[in-house]
Every structure is written in C-alpha cells, then in structure tokens.
C-alpha cells in the first residue's frame, strides 16, 4: 500500500500557483518525499524531492512541514501544460529497498 | 538526445502468446526498472536491476521475466503466465541503486485478446 495520501483531483487557474498537499504521517526518519508528475499516456517525470528542508527548483517547491508528516507542492504560475497526475512518493533509497511505491496521485487540472 | 526508448507504442497479441517488450538507454545508468499502470492506478514495480547480469523481483513479478545481458538494455517478457496482461508498460533508470530520480521512458500499451 501508499504510505502517501493525496488529494484525488484539484483545479487550478492559469497563472496562479497550485498548492498540492501530501500526508504521509509514517513516513520515516531516512525516508524522502520525492514529487512526480505524469502527463496523459507518457512516462512520469521527476519533479523534486526533499528530507526536511524546504526545496527549491527550477519547475516547482517543495515545502515539508517541521514533524515531515505532510508536504506541500507548489507549482508557482501554473499554465495549461502542467495539467497531469502528481504522485508524492516517499522511499528510502539507502536501507536495500530501492523502489517507489505509488499511490493513486492527485489529478490537476489547470484552467484557462 | 540522451534518453530512454520504448518500443513499440502499441502492441497487440493474442492470449497465449509470449510478448517482449524492449528497453533501451543511452545514459549510462547502472540501474533498470519495470512498472505496470493500470488505467487509474498508480504504478507497481515489476522487476528491478541495480547492475548487469543481476535483477530482483518487484511486488509483481509472477508472469513476467527480464534479462540484463547489456547495461543499455532491459527487456521484459509477459509470458503466457500471467493471468491479466493487458496494461500500460513503463520502463525506468536510474544513475545507480542509490540515485533519486528516476528517468522513465514513454511506456508501451499492451493489449492482449
């Protein structure tokens, strides 16, 4: 099963930031949060990822809260090509378990 | 372009019949990976390979089989075994075991009749 939980689907007006928020209240201390999104029919792609600190890219945010028990992902002026699924993932690459386990992802939907 | 490749798109075949389906990339990753999606679902591990001539099962493994005879290339063959084949196919990489990100390839959509 996930260890995430996310929102099944939200709506977002061009140009204004989308806010996707995660729970992942058993996530352990060696494990990260890492972000993908997957458009229509492809491959996901990787957004981000982080331990405990706040992260920063080139395509979104990542803010995690201080207990790590949930996480947002913001995506600044959000345009129609970021419609997709957004998949919060949390893994410990470092313990001999190297894989992802996906939950269903939030469905966004951006507006014009 | 460095990347992963997939192919083909679609396929199609017959239950019975054993399907391979073809992964290949030019990243120079050490570490392979096969997910299944099924429509609305998120996707599940099949087999995974941190280095050549060595792969571990995933949580789905039953019905599948994979070989990694070249750094570069990763195949998956559906065999007759498995009870429900159809589905969307993604193929993945990674620098090594220990890498972060994931590059995924476009996916190949199989239906079997």
């Known amino acids: 099963d996930a260890k995430t939980t996310q929102p099944p689907s939200m709506d977002c007006a061009e140009g204004r930031a989308a806010n996707l928020p995660c729970n992942h209240s058993t996530i352990s201390g060696n494990e990260y949060v890492y972000w993908y999104r997957q458009i229509h029919s492809q491959g996901p792609q990787y957004i981000i990822h982080?331990?405990?600190n706040n992260e920063t890219n080139e395509m979104a945010s990542l803010i995690i809260t201080e207990d790590r028990k949930s996480s947002t992902l913001i995506l600044p002026h959000a345009t129609l090509r970021d419609t997709a699924v957004y998949y919060c993932?949390?893994?410990?690459?470092?313990?001999?378990?190297?894989?992802?386990?996906f939950g269903t992802g939030t469905r966004l939907k951006v507006l014009a | 372009d460095g990347g992963i490749t997939q192919s083909p798109k679609y396929l199609f075949r017959k239950e019975g019949q054993n399907v391979t389906l073809s992964c290949e990339q030019n990243l120079n990753h050490d570490a392979m990976y096969w997910y299944r999606q099924d429509p609305g679902q998120g996707l599940r591990l099949i087999y995974y390979s941190q280095i050549v001539n060595d792969f571990q099962k995933g949580d789905i493994a039953e019905g599948y089989s994979v070989s990694r005879e070249k750094k570069e290339s990763f195949p998956l063959t559906v065999t007759s075994a498995q009870k429900n084949p159809t589905a969307f196919y993604l193929c993945a990489s990674s620098r090594d075991r220990k890498a972060n990100e994931q590059y995924f390839g476009p996916g190949t959509r199989l239906t079997v009749t």
């Open positions: 982080g331990l405990k």
């Open positions: 993932i949390v893994s410990d690459f470092t313990s001999g378990t190297y894989k992802y386990i």
